[in-house]
């Protein structure tokens, strides 16, 4: 009996175990059912993916200075793989000891036998992806791909090489904002990287993937190294040189005066190309300066004096004024109406002076009196000042903005740069608060709003003989050296005021540096035109006690090569731009002066090369610029072979009258040789080739720490010394 009882408790015993088993099955499957129901469905057709088609870009384009230097390059950036299914294993056997320590060698991150057991454990385990190095060089790649087995046609090695590329703008350039750059989804939209993106981005092709056991996705043309077309190179207008003393020269004022924030550009006369463009703000926290906006694209503001170029254009277009008549402007102020008093800044007043003198002294009491009493026939007498109802005007306020909307003030310059903002510039009946009062404060820069590029561009054209040209960022584009799209000049106005006008505006222009508020910039060299401006920065409608000074002109004045502006805003200690801004315009004019052969050459009444006896001989340097050099001095050159490469050098030919230009290639992952070189060409040419440099002296490169030829290892630095 017990023992039936025993038996029958075991296969009750059994039974529950069997149905909890059960239980816990069912229980199981069922949430795996509710598991899998959550899963959404584009997550289930990725896992039961095996193969997957991704949309790839070619190398993006570089954009080069119109003097040959990089702005911005999609750099490589490499990858070695390895399918060792591919290798046979008497292969691996063989080499992989000396693979080991050539590896270790090279890179010397770790020890030949640690190399030895990563690789028998890859090949053990038959990767098919297994990854040997990322993130390295061309050079690195090319060289550790004569390794042994590496070495070995591709179907036979495994060796897999991938490249990638990573943008990079110019260590030695603070104009990020200029250049432009991808956003944090890799969009390039700000600069010129952005205005000509659909020119620099690569085509478009489609890459299928098919994924392995290990879950990874392998190119299906993983060995093919197939040449796609990159996106063009462009050349833009920036000058390197140029770019570089422009900053510079900007910086050191915005520290001296611990301005708030600065911008300065340089335009060519002839073509309106922007060679220099910088704008620099300081960081309330560190107090550093960088530039996080251009602000003579997308800022603007009541530009103060520099606008009384416009104003007296219209002036002396009304044929109200002429230059040598003359205005009595008193103690220097003048009430206009209860609220609006207009100042000069000369003590005492300037008295009773000629339009011209108005002009080159800026007196805004005379510009007042000039702008209502020819522009505004009203007979009311609606002014406090008596000398504006005393007026005998022909035409009415709309006439003064027809003749500065004409001149097409009123509009964007077009600059392909993405951002720039409309001028603001009222015009009678277009807005509520327009009143009688705002003509004369309009005529001295006041109650209006334009950016420092549209300034610019307006002197740029009073000194390219009335013709207005748009502000252009680009020379060319070119696809594998070739030229395949070139920007030429376009025309917004060609003519902005009459002959007549334009010379005397001209004249007026030169006084305000010859013997006006612009005089401490007067060159004995060369003869500077342009207009010193000091305004009080507003806050929409509220003034605060800060201010920009700015000056804006062109030279040398007899034969205009460049404009430039310079606006510095909330400066401490000085206010006015004859103080605080000229001095910059002068520096950077004096620099671009004494280093350009064609202002040197009138001066100094140069013979051309031709007509002496012998050549100079250049350094090693970028074809680019050692062709443009050559061109300027006249200097023929034979070139005995095609030399395509960047970097060339010269020698002089048996009677020393020409010079041929042989090709310049350093060895393949060894040390070149930069004795000769510029410091910009070497560095440019060393840090390519991931090498630390260390600088001593200046000048020319006259001695390298490693001599030329010697083999590139993985952290190598170099010390060069100039002289």
């Known amino acids: 009996m017990d023992q039936g009882n025993e038996i029958r408790k075991n296969i009750i015993n059994k039974m529950v175990f069997v149905y909890i088993f059960i239980l816990f099955v069912i229980l199981a499957i069922i949430g795996q059912i509710i598991y899998l129901q959550s899963i959404p469905a584009e997550e289930w057709a990725d896992k039961l993916k095996t193969e997957r088609t991704d949309i790839k870009y070619t190398k993006r384009g570089d954009i080069l200075s119109s003097d040959g230097y990089y702005l911005a390059a999609s750099v490589p950036v490499c990858s070695a793989f390895w399918d060792l299914k591919v290798l046979k294993k008497d292969t691996f056997n063989k080499y992989i000891d000396t693979l080991a320590a050539c590896m270790s060698s090279y890179f010397q991150d770790q020890t030949k036998e ?152 340089i335009m060519e006369v002839k073509t309106g190309k922007i060679r220099s463009m910088i704008s620099l703000l300081r960081d309330s926290a560190t107090g550093r300066y960088a530039e996080t906006k251009n602000l003579a694209v997308g800022y603007r503001s009541a530009p103060g004096s520099t606008f009384k170029l416009a104003s007296m254009i219209a002036i002396l277009e009304s044929g109200a004024y002429d230059i040598n008549d003359s205005i009595d402007t008193g103690n220097g102020e003048m009430a206009v109406t209860g609220n609006v008093v207009m100042r000069d800044d000369h003590k005492g007043g300037l008295g009773k002076i000629s339009v011209r003198d108005i002009f080159t002294h800026s007196s805004n009491v005379g510009f007042g009196i000039m702008a209502v009493t020819a522009f505004d026939n009203n007979s009311e007498d ?6 504006l109802n005393n007026r005998n005007a022909q035409r009415n306020i709309t006439y003064f903005y027809d003749l500065l909307y004409n001149i097409k003030l009123n ?54 003989n009335g013709v207005m040209l748009r502000p252009q960022v680009m020379e060319s584009a070119k696809l594998y050296g070739d030229v395949v799209q070139e920007f030429e000049p376009e025309v917004i106005n060609p003519s902005i005021c009459s002959e007549t006008t334009l010379k005397k505006v001209q004249n007026m222009l030169v006084g305000v540096v010859e013997e006006g508020t612009a005089s401490n910039i007067k060159s004995n060299k060369y003869i500077i035109a342009g207009k010193t401006g000091t305004a009080q920065i507003y806050r929409g409608q509220v003034k605060t006690n800060k201010h920009q000074a700015s000056f804006v002109g062109y030279f040398p004045a007899d034969n205009p090569k460049y404009s430039c502006i310079v606006v510095i805003y909330g400066p401490e200690g000085s206010i006015y731009g004859s103080s605080v801004a000229a001095p910059v315009f002068k520096e950077i004019a004096d620099k671009i002066y004494t280093s350009d052969y064609d202002m040197q050459r009138k001066e100094f009444n140069i013979a051309k090369l031709e007509d002496s006896q012998s050549v100079p001989n250049t350094r090693i340097g970028h074809r680019a610029v050692v062709d443009r050099i050559l061109s300027r001095l006249h200097v023929e050159v034979v070139t005995e072979e095609q030399s395509n490469t960047t970097w060339v050098q010269t020698r002089p030919t048996e009677n020393h009258n020409k010079l041929y230009i042989d090709s310049y290639t350093p060895i393949h992952g060894t040390i070149p040789n930069v004795k000769g070189m510029g410091l910009k060409d070497a560095l440019y040419v060393l840090r390519s080739l991931d090498l630390a440099v260390k600088v001593v002296g200046h000048g020319v490169v006259k001695r390298q720490s490693i001599a030329p030829d010697t083999q590139i290892k993985k952290g190598m630095s170099i010390t060069i010394e100039l002289g």
Not at 382 to 387: A, E, N, S, T, V
Not at 432 to 449: D, H, K, V
């Open 114 to 265: 640690a190399y030895k057991q990563e690789y028998i454990k890859a090949q053990q385990a038959g990767k098919r992806y297994y990854k040997i190095k990322t993130g390295l060089t061309t050079q690195q790649l090319n060289y550790i791909s004569q390794f042994p087995i590496f070495r070995m046609p591709k179907n036979k090695s495994g060796f897999i090489r991938e490249t990638d590329y990573k943008r990079k703008v110019n260590d030695n350039l603070m104009a990020r904002r200029t250049i432009g750059g991808p956003d944090t989804n890799g969009i390039f939209s700000i600069g010129i990287e952005g205005a000509y993106n659909d020119i620099l981005k690569g085509n478009k092709y489609v890459q299928l993937s098919h994924k392995l056991s290990s879950g990874e996705f392998v190119p299906y043309n993983m060995w093919e190294e197939e040449e796609k077309v990159p996106g063009c190179d462009v050349v833009s207008s920036i000058n390197l040189n140029m770019q570089d003393m422009t900053e510079k020269s900007l910086l050191r004022q915005l520290q001296k005066y611990n301005a708030r924030a600065g911008t300065a550009v």
């Open 382 to 387: 609606k002014y406090i000042d008596p000398r």
């Open 411 to 464: 509009r964007p310059t077009g600059i392909s740069i993405k951002g720039e903002m409309s001028p603001n510039i009222p015009y009678p009946g277009m807005r509520s608060n327009f009143s009688y009062a705002t003509m004369p404060q309009n005529a001295i820069g006041y109650e209006l709003e334009v950016t420092p590029l549209q300034t610019l561009t307006l002197y740029n054209a009073v000194a390219n």
